[in-house]
T-cell receptor, first 112, second 114 residues
Framework: QQQVKQSPQSLIVQKGGISIINCAYENTAFDYFPWYQQFPGKGPALLIAIRPDVSEKKEGRFTISFNKSAKQFSLHIMDSQPGDSATYFC???????????FGSGTRLSIRP | ETGVTQSPTHLIKTRGQQVTLRCSSQ?????VSWYQQALGQGPQFIFQYYREEENGRGNFPPRFSGLQFPNYSSELNVNALELDDSALYLC?????????????FGEGSWLTVV
């Protein structure tokens, strides 16, 4: 049972462009939606997170857009840089628990 | 730097053997979780320990077991290894799981079963 669906599986963006990754969730009890960035050989690192009572959260070049009624959320990376090349995972969890449900990941490549 | 240290970083085991993976968390992090990440997939939750007691488990068989110690270290034990157990095993810790506290991941232990 895939509770968090993520797309696309892979994404190639030109330097300076906007990278967009989409996710959808099923369980309306989730109340915390983090995004993780993972470089090869490293563990996932928290990038940005949002709660469902907020429709958008921005931190630097990274923005989460959240649509509670559609049960969808997305990550936008503005002015994408080669250093952003990594695998990105959307996720969902209950804020009162540490179990994280991860999406299947998006391998992002930024072309110079 | 997440303050979560895992060992060993890489290891190779034979099918049927047993393996112990270790994790050292930040001081004060009394909640630790273990995840399995197969190649090209997202991490899958194995189980969680809070104050040395298991208090949540994913869809993994009993041959996956764990321990958490008072000094903020923990272990993941896997018995009767199978080829499909080959994966990156991640340890994650947090101060406590409430209010969406940040969960910190270690860099993982790569297990290859041959």
């Amino acid at each position: 049972q895939q509770q968090v669906k993520q797309s696309p599986q892979s994404l190639i963006v030109q330097k300076g462009g906007i990278s967009i990754i989409n996710c959808a969730y099923e369980n309306t009890a989730f109340d915390y939606f983090p995004w993780y960035q993972q470089f090869p050989g490293k563990g996932p690192a928290l990038l940005i997170a949002i709660r469902p009572d907020v429709s958008e959260k921005k931190e630097g070049r990274f923005t989460i857009s959240f649509n509670k009624s559609a049960k969808q959320f997305s990550l936008h990376i503005m002015d994408s840089q080669p250093g952003d090349s990594a695998t990105y995972f959307c996720a969902a969890r209950y804020s009162s628990a540490s179990k994280i449900i991860f999406g299947s990941g998006t391998r992002l490549s930024i072309r110079p | 730097e997440t303050g979560v240290t895992q060992s060993p970083t890489h290891l190779i085991k034979t099918r049927g053997q047993q393996v112990t993976l270790r994790c050292s968390s930040q001081s004060g992090h009394n909640t630790v979780s273990w995840y399995q990440q197969a190649l090209g997939q997202g991490p899958q939750f194995i189980f969680q320990y809070y104050r040395e007691e298991e208090n949540g488990r994913g869809n993994f068989p009993p041959r996956f077991s764990g321990l958490q110690f008072p000094n903020y270290s923990s272990e993941l034990n896997v018995n009767a290894l199978e080829l499909d157990d080959s994966a990156l095993y991640l340890c994650a810790s947090t101060q406590w799981a409430g209010s969406g506290n940040t969960i910190y991941f270690g860099e993982g232990s790569w297990l290859t079963v041959v």
